[in-house]
T-cell receptor, first 113, second 115 residues
């Protein structure tokens, strides 16, 4: 069964600190993996997309990694800001199947001063 | 329009009433997903439309839930005889294709409150 598991479920960090969010998946055959940021009351917004051949991709203070062998991805946030407080959702696309898109349940990040 | 539009943005309804939620995807997007997000919970898949193919309804939680996509564009999610546990934010997303190779865009959601 195609699944995406994210950890931790929630995280609280001090402003300025770094953090890493994890995503493990069993989706097969794999197409791509995206990290989304969802602010409270808003729809998710894409941060990065990674395909099978990509190991690392950065978007400002966000760096995503992908290990296609172990089927793991991480999202590293550097020098966190209060505005980083949001839910971060890992979404994996399958190349085929009735429902190609598989969502993780997200990690709720709270950055405090 | 430039993005995925959902309406209404907020809906308060009495238990037992029927509600209809609307999603207007980006023009030309063939794939459309409905999800819901209960307070403090992750996204729960409801239904997936891809072009003219039969929709994947495997995520619909009960037969009170149904969805249509007319003309391959606008979609409506209908909840009959609403219950309090139906209270959630209902999100719609669309993409050029099911795999989202060209990206998928989410609407801002409809916040449904059943009282």
């Amino acid at each position: 069964k195609n699944q995406v598991e994210q950890s931790p479920q929630s995280l609280i960090i001090l402003e300025g600190k770094n953090c890493t969010l994890q995503c493990n998946y069993t989706v097969s055959p794999f197409s791509n993996l995206r990290w989304y940021k969802q602010d409270t009351g808003r729809g998710p917004v894409s941060l990065t997309i990674m395909t099978f051949s990509e190991n690392t991709k950065s978007n400002g203070r966000y760096t995503a990694t992908l290990d296609a062998d172990t089927k793991q991805s991480s999202l590293h946030i550097t020098a966190s800001q209060l505005s980083d407080s949001a839910s971060y959702i890992c979404v994996v696309s399958a190349q085929s199947g009735n429902t190609p898109l598989v969502f993780g349940k997200g990690t709720r990040l709270s950055v405090i001063a | 329009g430039a993005g995925v539009s959902q309406s209404p943005s907020n809906k308060v309804t009495e238990k037992g009433k029927d509600v209809e939620l609307r999603c207007d995807p980006i023009s030309g997007h063939t794939a459309l997903y409905w999800y819901r997000q209960s307070l403090g919970q992750g996204l729960e898949f409801l239904i997936y439309f891809q072009g003219n193919s039969a929709p994947d309804k495997s995520g619909l939680p009960s037969d009170r839930f149904s969805a249509e996509r007319t003309g391959g564009s606008v979609s409506t999610l209908t909840i009959q005889r609403t219950q309090q546990e139906d209270s959630a934010v209902y999100l719609c997303a669309s993409s050029w294709d099911g795999q989202g190779a060209y990206g998928y865009t989410f609407g801002s959601g409809t916040r449904l409150t059943v009282v």
